[in-house]
């Protein structure tokens, strides 16, 4: 279970998924409410990638399977 206050490390790893200006400087945090409203609003990748790496491919893949979405994939865990 994900709680909206955790906080997220951007670590100098999610400087290369910038494209947008991130929402926090590099070796900042950010919590996880944040950054799903930042992947969404924005769709801002350094925060959709620190999402993904705190849950993980598998649950991801296996949600998206459950929901229909059976040619939707990520391909593993540290994109």
Known sequence: MLLFDERLLYTPYYE???????PVPVCGEISIEDALYEM????????AVLLQDR????????DMAALGLSGTRLASDGV
């Open 55 to 62: 849950v993980g491919a598998g649950p991801i893949n296996r």
């Open 16 to 22: 290369q998924y910038d494209l947008t200006g991130a």
């Open 40 to 47: 969404i609003t924005v769709s801002d990748n350094v925060s």
